[in-house]
């Protein structure tokens, strides 16, 4: 998953490959590997265990002996049919997909021309993009929630995915431009000469080459905009239009001290973003770590 | 190159056609740009407009020149937001030393090395708010984990998102859990890059463990370096869902920040001070700014360096 594994020489790895090392170094750290992973994801591995425990564990105080019961059909079975937060899933959904599939399409194309041609305020209109995109939220908190107001987008999916997209399209257009701008501009040159014209160079020419590039940048824009709290709580409000992240709150106000379903309930929301992060691992990996390596 | 096209002459070709080179990357553009600017940059604007007035978000809004900056000199609540911000940047950048270390400890070849590197990696996917809530969880006197493990020891309970003193500390461990994995997977790319060669002549020139580490492999993880950097920094003025989630600023407003104190203002329901809001959301701006100014810079020389 995270490129091609280093292989050769003895000593050319950083640090000493563990085969190349004292027998008892490898034994030691053959059971470090395990121990540290468990204590790394000790939170998450406790809410999972709450996440099966029935309510009496609760009530009782057993809140770290094993469950008095094994109760994972039924907690997750109340978050899935005794709760919005399928609402809130679907809402999540709906507003996470148009998100993703208007930025890269966006920034496919600003990408382009920013990568291919060379004219005088490239740069800076690149700089834009980039600088946009550092900007903290809530500079644009008070406006963006009037200007949604206005259209009457307020307490929408709509309103929500606008904002998405144009603030998006910052990190998307910087990531994709530097990706075009790392192909060969020999292809285009070529194309050119063929007479092609410009827009059939970008469809035909230039977008299958970026495939990779919308793979990488469509799962973390997914992660992202999934994960997103902020404007959720800003743009929206009740089970109609809050994503999961926003509705959680008041799932858990809805199971107050329910600890029980309240920790299956975080799983849940939490899942989407998670199983998109193990299936597509690689172009994640690969989106993220754009630029860590000259 | 268009000049000695005959069609051109005899005006065959299009406008379009003529200026083909010159228009498209404009018209490539344009959307971009349009969103961009209706949702980012007119938003800026406006918001430095509206600190200068007292709005509720409904009536008129009254022009008040700097009042709210001054109202903000004397404001202990923005003092107090402004040094956990401060504490944000200093603690946060623990993530980058963190993510090498364990980038270093998991850059090996043994069976099952990619499964651990995902699961290290993994709390980066969750959501903050999933990470808030585990966390406080985790922290909770009685039910908590944290607890349950101190005391075993015999020590504790202590209840560290209710004490004032702690309670931002224990926010920012929250978020180093996800940043810190960030950071890791940065330096596992790096590593994964580094000169053989380099690490070779080293070995014949003697240089070990730190030494290997500190004058071989780290000028070499630049590039990383800098973006893990740039992603804390930002993570780092940006956190609102941990605080908002797992104290809302309390107890008695000591976990605010610049970030959650603005909205508090602006949106709470003491009242909308759209204005004052706006403010101090500008002074965050304007601390945000510096670290802009020197990422461009930084990236400016890159590409001249081209």
Same mark, same amino acid.
């Given at each position: ?30 059971? $470090?590997?395990?121990?540290?992973? /468990? ?59 148009? *998100?993703? @599939? ?32 550092? @900007? ?96 959720? @709580?800003?743009? *929206? ?33 939490? +899942? ?23 | 190159?268009?000049? /000695? ?28 740009? +349009? ?5 980012? +940059?007119?938003?800026?604007?406006? %918001? ?36 956990? &911000? ?24 043994? *069976? ?6 995902? $699961?290290?990696?993994?709390?980066? /996917? ?19 984990? $944290? ?43 790096? $590593? ?32 990383? *370096?800098?973006?893990?950097? /740039? ?5 780092? +003025? ?5 605080? %908002?989630?797992?104290? &809302? ?33 500008? @002074? ?23």
């Amino acid at each position: 998953m995270l490129g091609p594994e280093p292989c050769g020489g003895p000593f050319d790895m950083f640090p000493t490959p563990i085969e190349k090392t004292s027998r008892q170094w490898q034994v030691t750290y053959q059971s $470090l590997l395990p121990l540290a992973l /468990v204590m790394w994801l000790l939170p998450l591995i406790a809410v999972a265990i709450f996440s099966v425990k029935p309510a009496e564990d609760f009530t009782q105080g057993n809140y770290w002996g094993v469950p008095s019961s094994f109760e994972m059909v039924n907690n997750y079975g109340q978050v899935f049919f005794n709760s919005d937060m399928p609402r809130y899933m679907l809402n999540s959904f709906l507003i996470t997909v148009p *998100t993703v @599939v208007g930025a890269v399409a966006l920034s496919c194309l600003a990408g382009f021309a920013l990568g291919i041609y060379k004219f005088k305020s490239n740069i800076w209109i690149f700089f834009m993009f980039v600088a946009g995109n550092f @900007v903290p939220f809530q500079i644009l908190m008070v406006p963006v929630r009037d200007l949604t107001l206005d259209m009457g987008l307020y307490n929408t999916k709509t309103g929500l995915v606008l904002f998405h997209i144009a603030f998006q399209t910052g990190f998307c257009t910087l990531f994709m431009r530097n990706f075009i701008r790392a192909l060969p501009y020999e292809l285009i040159e070529a194309a050119r000469v063929e007479g092609i014209a410009e827009w059939k160079i970008f469809w035909y020419v230039v977008i299958p080459l970026m495939k990779p590039a919308i793979a990488a940048l469509s799962v973390l824009i997914f992660t992202f905009i999934w994960n997103d709290y902020f404007w959720a @709580v800003v743009l *929206t409000q009740g089970p109609e239009s809050q994503p999961v992240t926003a509705g959680i709150t008041s799932f858990n106000a809805q199971f107050r001290a329910a600890y029980h379903l309240m920790s299956a309930g975080s799983i849940v929301a939490a +899942l989407p973003p998670v199983l998109m992060f193990f299936l597509m691992q690689k172009h994640f990996i690969a989106g993220l770590t754009l630029g860590a390596v000259k | 190159m268009a000049s /000695v096209d005959p069609t051109v002459t005899t005006g065959k070709r299009s406008w379009y056609k003529r200026n083909e080179i010159a228009v498209t990357p404009w018209l490539f553009l344009a959307p971009a740009i +349009l969103f961009f600017a209706f949702y980012v +940059l007119w938003p800026i604007y406006q %918001s430095i407009a509206i600190s200068f007035y007292a709005w509720d978000g409904l009536g008129e809004a009254r022009y008040v020149g700097m009042g709210n900056y001054v109202e903000l000199m004397d404001d202990r609540a923005f003092e107090v937001s402004l040094w956990n &911000n401060l504490k944000w940047l200093l603690f946060y950048l623990l993530a980058i030393p963190a993510g090498l270390f364990i980038a270093l400890f998991l850059n090996q070849t043994v *069976t099952g090395i990619r499964i651990y590197k995902s $699961l290290f990696f993994f709390p980066f /996917v969750l959501s903050q708010v999933v990470v808030g809530l585990v966390f406080s969880w985790f922290y909770l006197p009685n039910e908590g984990l $944290l607890n349950g493990l101190l005391g075993l020891f015999g020590l504790g309970p202590v209840n560290v998102l209710g004490d004032p003193t702690w309670a931002t500390y224990g926010i920012i461990a929250a978020g180093l859990w996800p940043q810190t994995a960030y950071c890791m997977i940065l330096y596992l790319t790096g $590593l994964n890059a580094v000169d053989p060669e380099q690490i070779e002549a080293g070995r014949l020139d003697n240089a070990k463990g730190w030494k290997m580490l500190w004058y071989i492999i780290i000028p070499q993880l630049k590039p990383a *370096t800098f973006i893990a950097f /740039v992603v804390t920094i930002i993570g780092a +003025l940006r956190s609102f869902d941990l605080i %908002s989630i797992m104290t &809302n600023g309390g107890p008695f407003g000591m976990t605010r920040v610049l970030s959650f104190y603005m909205f508090e203002k602006a949106l709470s329901e003491y009242g909308f001070r759209m204005g004052y809001g706006a403010a101090i959301a500008v @002074v965050l701006f304007l601390i945000m700014l510096v670290f802009i100014a020197y990422f461009l810079w930084s990236m400016w020389r890159e590409e001249q360096g081209r």
